[in-house]
């Protein structure tokens, strides 16, 4: 049990606090991985011989320092691997880490629901429970080759590992997180077009001010538009070229938007999530004959030098400040 | 001032547009000192009946008219949308709308009939072709919605004055040009600046313009309601897509309009008293527009189909029917009865008097005809009181024996169309109306409109939509009321002890209730009436409009039954009644089985068998005597012949039970009174009942016997009864004609007394004849071919108790239930000998499975025997999800292997045949399928499974899954119960099979209830001392456990009245997860308190004179037990 899962108690849209977040799981080993949106990995196998405590303690210490530094509370739960220690996570609270240890590791998953499986989405989990695979200790009971016949081959030998506990993961340090997400909730079931698009300027504007103020540039844009029946419709488009420009972010929400057709959808939120990030320095940029790309980023440049200076309200655009 | 004549008036006939109804429109008018008004319904007529009958009441002349969609005389092409991902496309409303008004008379009304009915042809939506429109008898008005209004509001004259050449060709002198003033902006429908052009261009054109205003409400103040209706149509929340309504759509009075008409002239530059100008068009349009209801829309007048349609070649009808009645008294073998002749030469004669010989032979033909195709066919009603229509064959009694009237059905006297009902097998009730159809062609034939008005829960579904509610929420608020009227909403909020916990969160919907008062009764969709059928001559098209059904694509009328009835226009009901259809498949199965051929209309009298199933009071599935009720009362009256059948359906309304005339003749039938009769002359009419009066005819006697006044006029004086006025009027008359026959003072109070408390209730024994019937026939079936009959309900459905419950009951009675199997199952349920005892089984149907289809289950059915899964797979080719339900209830077990081995094999022969091979089929020893290693289905997998495939728990009893905890809990089971003495406090518990709160004599509102719990049924009362404590539960859980006391009125009759209740689910769950501690945790959460009367003591006044509890006889809330598909709870692992 030398894997812990956190999850820090973060306030939606509060992403951008999680990199000190994760310097603080640094302090105690370099094998950190990110979970965006408000949670991480830690290896801890250096780290228990060298602060002499095992990881149920060390825990306590993390919790005491996010919230000390902070003034963020967080769960942890703790386990022989990444898989274990996430399915911890599952039953601690703050306060109280849930720690597996490697004996009681088939009788923690007996009883498991297959869905509390990392990797086991919605559509495997209910194949498996038509078949009456509901718990992972039935799942374990069941033949390899069923399991195979049932959700694949590759699938069903990893499902088949991951259910009698045999636990290959390992924690990859990425230090980065990876997406950021914001959303326009409407207060009513709006079906007028103008507002949603308008919705979707407002939000792409913000995901962009981020990403400018991290450094950061996106590769692809994710467009969540959920329903009053609580169904939801999801579309991602990948961008021409890495960037964090606010007219750019805009255009492709649009594209995406537009390609719904959406009409009588009684539309109760939007919300954009940008994704695969990457540092800014590295992105490439296409130049163009036209100045209007040119003239926008310039632009961009001083409306977010206006926003540092004045708050985030002092430059909006025009459809929006109406 | 002279009032002012609105032109263009839609009531709530019009699909969720107009939010009034024709009466109230007709009512405002008169108040607001119109003398004419126009209905111009959007696509329809069918208010029209009702608003000429309220503007006569309101003495306000009615002009009838039309709204209709029209095709464009140039299309504006329109670019395609992409189709949404999600929540659909808008509702296309874009097609121009016409005012037509019917002018000249009846040629103005057939017209406008032609009309309707032609724009109805359109393929999907409402559309009235150019080629079609045209009529001479037709005014046009051309508003805003138009063509030309259109083109006027998008600032284009040139193109209206195009669009309009088209229009004067085709009406010339008759077309108008509407002007709308509704304060609003711009230059769209409905703005000064729209109306202004429209008025400039009429007198630019030499177009006589008019002034309207588009009325959709009568009251200001109705716009949030227009609002609401705009959202429901369109399916969007209000404000979404589209401005609100002006709030100006109402009836306004005439000097409104002038100040209107004013402002529109002064904006088209005129002169001010231009106005009156404007006004006097209007005035002169409306003037010209003269349709008679009396006389052109035919109401009051009789139309019968053709007589050479009807047999009677050319003779002349009244000649027909005479000889074919006489022929029919030969070949019944009466002819040497000189009372059948004396009797049917009186028939005839009544008949002649009104002319309705042609009426007659109609509905002969059709009952011939529907024989002919081999369909189980009866009369019902008052008909069945007349020995030509038994001679016609159309009923099976004989009147005179069993003392049914002529009087009853026609007489001298009565004047209103008579009415034969038909009971046909319901299954084939369509095909029984394709025959009429045949026979009598669409130009004569239409079935009838049934308008699907707003409830309280559609209501709230509307307007929850409307405001943007949340799906689950108003799912939730509309599930919990009961089947009561939108109006009623928040009052039953305010006293109705289940509402308790939503009426506490009522503040946080605002508007909502208000709204849902307001769409109370407008009709939001319109159905076919389930069994009228319109008869009339050639000219029906021209006096009806008549739009196609959805799905059968019938011809039906626009009118309702009530409308019909008013027009003169022939109705003959043809009821479906599946009790035909499940004995036909009864008999069926008998023959098909063993070959022996049951007559059962041949069956002999006085079965004894029969009658002892009756009064074992164990007659589910029985005609008429299955409910709790009536099991109690066949309980008490211990039934012994045919006689005691008829007078047994007749007391059970609910009349006789509130005037109480249940339990003397119950005393006196057993001998604990004595028979008393107020005169010995009454002893005849009345000695069948033992003094009481249950029937109609035998007040007709009385009133015959005492004054000598006819029967024909007895008959009139006995309809008189039910009016308070004429009642007063009648005991004089009464007491002045019995004294003058030399009866004393005495008799004539005592007679006139039974007479009185009788009012109008008892029950027409014709029509209770014709009902005993078939309760005798469907007794004898499940008496000596219990298999049968209940393959017979199960596959038609019959009745008021869930499929399941009859299942139960099959399985008391001893009939083993054969589980499905793609092997030997069929269609239908099928009887099958189980052992060589000779025991029939009862095998379950296909088409009981969930999601199945007609062609899936023939293909099945025909594909049989199987000799492998695969061999299943590749005959059958059953969809995939309706294979693994038939795994999981266990149709495919004989393949081997367990249910969940053969989904996986499933799953995989599906995926090779979409792959295209690779479907390998692991075998074990040929046809065996191999296991996989799957687990089974457990068994409480199975049942639920069962519940959730066919509704019905066929393996076992699902009560029997809680035995033990039912024992924990010292419950008495329902074959205990019968030992249980009066008064002996009792836990019962059970799956709920039927809840209703029917009228009683009280005045109180009971709630009863029946449980099953596998051993027989528990018939529970909850009165309302009880409800605060127990209503919600009672309504909205499925299994019950309900303590009460025993309440005992007879050897057989029994029931429980219930103080406490709770949701058995719920109680299982407890003792399974946390024990019997939780449990009694449970039981000890108080009981919410007795509140009192919350009605405030508020009853309901019926016309008969008993009180009404304001909140009885309606379907209570919760969902109806037949459509319970789930068992208590979902496990985890539970199959699908």
Redesign the interface.
């Known amino acids: 049990m030398t894997i812990l899962c956190v999850r820090f108690q973060l306030p939606p849209a509060h992403e951008a606090a999680l990199p000190g977040l994760l310097g603080l799981l640094e302090d105690f080993t370099p094998v950190v991985e990110a979970l965006p949106p408000d949670g991480a990995l830690a290896d801890l196998r250096g780290a228990e011989r060298y602060f002499g405590r095992d990881a149920v303690e060390l825990a306590s210490v993390i919790r005491v320092r996010a919230l000390a530094h902070h003034g963020v509370d967080c769960a942890i739960g703790a386990g022989p691997g990444p898989m274990l220690a996430r399915m911890a996570l599952r039953d601690a609270r703050p306060g109280v880490t849930r720690a597996v240890t490697e004996g009681e590791v088939a009788d923690f998953l007996d009883g498991k ?1 297959v869905a509390a499986l990392p990797g086991v989405g919605t559509a495997t989990a209910r194949t498996l ?7 992972l200790g ?1 799942v374990a ?3 390899l080759s ?1 399991l195979q ?2 959700v694949g081959a590759k699938a069903g030998r990893e499902l088949h590992e991951k259910a009698n506990g045999v636990d290959r993961g390992r924690v990859v340090p990425n230090g980065v997180s990876r997406s950021l997400a914001t959303e326009r909730p409407f207060t ?5 077009p103008d507002r949603h698009r308008r919705a979707l300027l407002s939000a792409a504007g913000e995901l962009g001010a981020r990403l400018r103020a991290l450094d950061k540039v996106c590769g692809a844009l994710t467009l969540t ?1 959920r ?5 939801s ?1 999801t579309r991602t488009r990948t961008l021409k070229e890495p960037t964090a420009h606010s007219a750019a972010l805009t255009r492709t929400a649009y594209e995406m938007y ?9 539309v109760r939120a939007m919300s954009l999530r940008a994704e695969t990030l990457g540092p800014a320095e590295q992105a490439s940029h296409q130049l163009t004959f036209d100045p209007t790309d040119d003239k926008l980023r310039r632009i961009e440049e001083v409306a977010d030098r206006a926003r540092a200076k004045f708050g985030p309200h002092a430059v909006m655009p025009g459809t929006l400040a109406a | 001032m002279p009032g002012f004549t609105h032109l263009h008036t839609v009531s709530g006939f019009s699909l969720r547009y107009g939010a009034s109804h024709p009466e109230r429109l007709a009512e405002r008018a008169a108040e607001r000192g119109m003398d004419a008004l126009a209905l111009t319904d959007r696509d329809t007529l069918a208010g029209a009946v009702r608003f000429a009958k309220a503007c006569a009441k309101a003495g306000v002349r009615p002009l009838f008219g039309a709204e209709l969609a029209v095709e464009e005389y140039e299309p504006v092409r329109q670019e395609r949308r992409r189709a949404p991902v999600r929540g659909g496309a808008f509702i296309d409303e874009s097609t121009p709308r016409v005012t037509f008004l019917a002018r000249d008379g009846a040629r103005g009304w057939a017209d406008l009939c032609r009309l309707v009915t032609t724009v109805h042809t359109a393929a999907d939506t409402p559309l009235l072709p150019w080629a079609e429109n045209s009529g001479d008898g037709l005014t046009v008005l051309l508003g805003p919605d138009s063509d030309v209004g259109r083109a006027l509001a998008a600032g284009r004259p040139d193109r209206a004055a195009r669009l309009l050449v088209p229009w004067r060709e085709r009406y010339g002198d008759a077309l108008r040009l509407e002007a709308v003033w509704h304060g609003r902006k711009g230059t769209g429908p409905g703005s000064l600046r729209l109306a202004a052009r429209t008025v400039g261009f009429a007198a630019e054109q030499r177009v006589r313009p008019v002034l309207g205003n588009a009325v959709r409400y009568a009251d200001p103040g109705q716009g949030p309601v227009a609002d609401v209706l705009d959202a429901a149509r369109r399916l969007v929340p209000v404000g979404a897509a589209k401005e609100l309504d002006s709030g100006e759509a109402w009836l306004k009075d005439a000097p409104a309009m002038l100040a209107a008409a004013e402002r529109i002239v002064e904006a088209a530059g005129f002169r001010r008293d231009t106005a009156h100008r404007l006004l006097e068009q209007t005035r002169a349009t409306a003037a010209e527009c003269l349709v008679d209801p009396e006389d052109d829309l035919g109401i009051g007048t009789v139309h019968f189909p053709e007589p050479h349609l009807v047999g009677a070649g050319r003779r002349t009808a009244q000649r027909t029917l005479a000889s074919r009645a006489a022929a029919g008294m030969l070949r019944k073998g009466y002819a040497g009865r000189y009372a059948y002749w004396e009797r049917m030469h009186q028939e005839l004669d009544i008949i002649a008097h009104h002319g309705f010989a042609s009426y007659f032979l109609t509905v002969a033909q059709v009952v011939d005809d529907v024989r002919e195709m081999g369909v189980r066919v009866a009369a019902r009603g008052s008909g069945a009181g007349s020995l030509v229509n038994h001679l016609l064959g159309i009923a099976h009694a004989d009147p005179v024996e069993h003392g049914l009237l002529m009087e009853r059905f026609l007489s001298k006297r009565r004047l209103v169309l008579p009415d034969i009902d038909i009971d046909v097998e319901s299954a084939r009730r369509l095909e029984v109306y394709r025959a009429i159809i045949d026979r009598f062609d669409t130009e004569r034939v239409a079935t009838v409109a049934m308008p699907e008005t707003y409830r309280v829960r559609h209501a709230v579904r509307d307007v929850g939509a409307a405001l943007s509610m949340d799906p689950a929420d108003i799912d939730r608020i509309a599930k919990s009321f009961p089947h009561i009227r939108a109006r009623d909403a928040r009052a039953a909020l305010e006293e109705l002890p289940e509402l308790r916990a939503l009426a506490g969160e009522k503040e946080k919907y605002g508007r909502l209730w208000e709204l849902v008062e307001s769409l109370d009764a407008l009709p939001r969709g319109v159905a076919m009436h389930p069994c009228g059928v319109l008869l009339s001559d050639a000219s029906l098209l021209s006096r009806t409009p008549v739009m196609p059904t959805s799905g059968e694509g019938f011809p039906m009328s626009q009118f309702d039954k009530d409308d019909v009835e008013d027009l003169g226009l022939l109705k003959l009901d043809v009821l479906g009644v599946r009790m035909q259809s499940a004995m036909a498949h009864a008999v069926a199965e008998v023959a098909r089985a063993t070959g022996e051929r049951v007559d059962i209309d041949a069956i002999a009298p006085g079965d004894p068998a029969t009658y002892q199933l009756i009064r074992s009071t164990e007659t589910l599935g029985c005609f008429q005597i299955e409910s709790p009720g009536q099991r109690d009362l066949v309980g008490r009256l211990q039934p012994a012949t045919f006689h005691d059948l008829v007078v047994d359906i007749s007391l059970f309304r609910p009349g006789p039970v509130a005037a109480d005339m249940v339990r003397p003749f119950i005393e006196a039938r057993h001998g604990r009174a004595p028979v008393r009769y107020p005169h010995p002359d009454l002893e005849e009419p009345l000695k069948g009942t033992y003094g009481v009066v249950v029937f109609h005819e035998q007040i007709i006697d009385i009133v015959d016997i005492m004054t000598g006044c006819g029967r024909g006029e007895a008959d009139r004086v006995r309809r008189g009864l039910s009016d308070p006025e004429s009642q007063g009027r009648i005991r004089f008359w009464f007491a002045q004609h019995a004294a003058a026959r030399g009866y004393d003072a005495e008799t004539i109070q005592r007679t006139w007394e039974i007479i009185e408390a009788f009012g109008s209730y008892g029950f027409c024994k014709a029509h209770a004849v014709a009902f005993a019937v078939p309760t005798y026939q469907s007794a004898w079936l499940k008496a000596h071919h219990p298999a049968a009959f209940y393959a017979g309900l199960l596959t038609h459905d019959p009745g008021m108790y869930p499929k399941r419950l009859l299942l139960a009951d099959a399985r008391r009675r001893g009939v083993p239930i054969l589980p499905l199997d793609v092997n030997k199952s069929a269609v239908a349920h099928r009887i099958e000998l189980v052992s060589d005892s000779g025991v029939w089984g009862l095998r379950l149907a296909l088409s009981d499975v969930h999601g199945i289809s007609e062609a899936e289950a023939a293909r099945i059915a025909d594909g049989q025997p199987y000799a492998s899964l695969l061999d299943f797979w590749d005959r059958a080719r059953p969809s995939r999800p309706l294979a693994q339900r038939l795994a999981q209830v266990g149709a495919l077990d004989a393949f081997g292997a367990n249910r969940r081995d053969l989904q996986l094999h499933l799953t995989e022969l599906h995926r090779g045949a979409r792959g295209g091979g690779g479907g390998q089929l692991p075998l074990a020893g040929g046809k065996k399928t191999a296991s996989a290693g799957l687990p089974d289905l457990s068994s409480a997998e199975k049942l639920s499974a069962e519940l959730g495939v066919l509704s019905m728990d066929a393996s076992r009893n699902l009560m029997d899954d809680h035995r033990d905890f039912l024992g924990e809990l010292g419950v008495a089971s329902a074959r205990r119960l019968r030992e249980a003495r009066h008064g002996e406090t009792v836990l019962v518990a059970g799956a709920k099979a039927a809840t209703q709160t029917p009228p009683i004599r009280s005045g109180k509102r009971v709630i009863f209830s029946t449980l099953d719990d596998g051993t027989g049924l528990v018939d529970l009362a909850f009165f309302d001392d009880s409800h605060d404590a127990c209503a919600h539960t009672v309504f909205h859980s499925w299994l019950l456990l309900v303590r009460g006391t025993v309440q005992r009125r007879g050897p057989r009759s029994l029931s429980v009245v219930g103080t406490a209740a709770w949701n058995l689910a719920e109680l299982v769950e407890l003792r399974a997860e946390q024990g019997l501690d939780a449990v009694a945790a449970r039981l000890a959460e108080p009981m919410p308190e007795a509140g009192g009367d919350s009605t405030g003591g508020r009853r309901i006044q019926m016309p008969t004179g008993y009180e009404l509890h304001p909140w009885a006889d309606l379907r209570p809330a919760g969902q109806e037990p037949s459509q319970v598909r789930k068992l208590w709870h979902q496990s985890p692992g539970s199959a699908g």
């Open positions: 629901p429970c038509e078949y009456g695979l509901d718990t039935r009971a069941a033949p069923t016949r049932l009513r079931d709006e079906l007028d538009v329903y009053a029946d609580r169904s419709t537009e390609a719904l057709g959406l009409q009588r959808a009684r």
